[in-house]
């Protein structure tokens, strides 16, 4: 099933009998709070895409935190299991910042 906000329209797109009555008013009762949602979860992947690809290096000592710019997530990843290109990525990454203070 997916929801999407048109204007201040929701549009569902699901299977063939998904949709069930009960299901319909639960969908037209909290329709202005779904809207709300799906847009500020459209801004969160326009900032997500925008700020692109990040490797620094954890808060935790020894990991490396990546952001997904397809999600807006990040995770953690212990440095000793990433490939050394991601490594030196960090790296730089810690170099940069300490070079704008």
């Known amino acids: 099933m997916r929801l999407e906000a048109d204007g201040l ?3 569902v797109d699901a299977p063939k009998g998904a949709l069930t009555g009960a ?4 969908l037209a009762e909290n329709k ?3 809207l709300k ?10 900032e997500a895409d925008r700020r692109g690809l990040v490797i620094r290096w954890s808060k ?10 397809t999600t807006g997530e990040w995770h953690e990843v212990k440095a000793s299991e ?10 730089a990454y810690r170099r ?3 070079d704008e203070r």
């Open 9 to 11: 329209s929701l549009r």
């Open 23 to 26: 299901f319909r008013q639960s």
């Open 32 to 34: 202005a709070q779904l």
């Open 37 to 46: 949602l799906l847009h500020w979860e459209s801004k969160r992947l326009e």
């Open 60 to 69: 935790e000592p020894g990991w490396i935190a990546l952001h997904d710019p």
């Open 82 to 91: 990433c490939l050394p290109s991601v490594v030196e990525s960090a790296k």
């Open 96 to 98: 940069r910042g300490r």
